[in-house]
């Protein structure tokens, strides 16, 4: 998801990263967009790579794929998450989840993307950044990230983004057992922070919330520094956590 790495890297850490199907240099086959195979095929990267002791971080609807692959794969190779500027727990609204948005808003908002995805995504290029909130970010580095979510196939870009909105994940979320840091910022608008990052922190048992004043989507690029500083120390304190006393459900509940 493009957390800049070398730092991480140079602190000792084995960094590997994926794209997904139809991203990137990821074949482009048609299929494949749903959580549980995006799980399946985290499970068998980290096979494969025989990995162990992992610290899955997960930007956006990723943060959704790293819980789907705990809830299918279990955590025998996994000893603890970061969810960045994640969509989950829900973000479609539903009976019993009356703040999620509405499907018919989400559709159009979908349809103007398709209609004309490279001025819809320079279009939104501020948001995503928050550069009017006073981020420093590089015309050449929105224009690289343009061009990123350009080189993904139509059909991937539009069936990721279905998934990430529609799944519930809000079952799974309460059921995680290992160290979680959720890092989220307040001006995330493709993420809201009201409908996700503060949402997600309620059932995971024992989470580590960070919450960054001023940062969007793309906190991993505007606040680097301060990510990469909150994954060392997390990664360095982890290993101390134990599973909380009381319920997933009212460890949750603000007091």
Not at 131 to 159: F, M, P, Y
Not at 180 to 204: F, N, W
Not at 218 to 242: C, K, P, Y
Request: hydrophobic residues 40%; negative net charge.
């Amino acid at each position: 998801m493009g957390v800049p790495m070398l730092p991480l890297s140079e602190q000792g850490l084995r960094c590997v990263a994926f794209d997904k199907w139809e991203h990137g240099r990821s074949d482009r086959v048609g299929h494949g967009f749903d959580y549980d195979t995006l799980a399946d095929d985290l499970a068998a990267l980290l096979d494969h790579l025989d990995l162990r002791e992992v610290t899955l971080v997960a930007h956006s609807m990723g943060g959704g794929e790293v819980i789907r692959y705990l809830s299918r794969h279990g955590y025998d190779r996994v000893s603890r998450i970061v969810l960045i500027a994640a969509t989950a727990p829900l973000a479609m609204r539903t009976p019993d989840n009356p703040e999620g948005v509405d499907r018919a808003v989400f559709d159009a908002i979908m349809a103007d993307r398709t209609k004309d995805r490279p001025r819809w995504t320079a279009q939104n290029a501020q948001a995503f950044f928050a550069t009017h909130l006073g981020n420093q970010v590089s015309t050449e580095l929105i224009e690289w990230t343009i061009q990123r979510c350009l080189d993904c196939s139509a059909k991937a870009a539009v069936e990721v983004v279905r998934t990430g909105f529609r799944t519930d994940l809000r079952e799974e979320c309460a059921a995680v057992q290992l160290p979680t840091l959720i890092i989220h910022g307040d001006a995330d608008a493709s993420a809201p922070i009201d409908l996700c990052g503060r949402r997600l922190a309620k059932p995971v048992p024992g989470n580590v919330y960070k919450e960054y004043p001023g940062a969007a989507h793309a906190i991993f690029m505007t606040h680097a520094e301060q990510v990469n500083r909150d994954l060392l120390d997390f990664i360095g304190d982890g290993s101390s956590w134990h599973p909380p006393a009381v319920s997933a459900e009212v460890a949750g509940e603000e007091p």
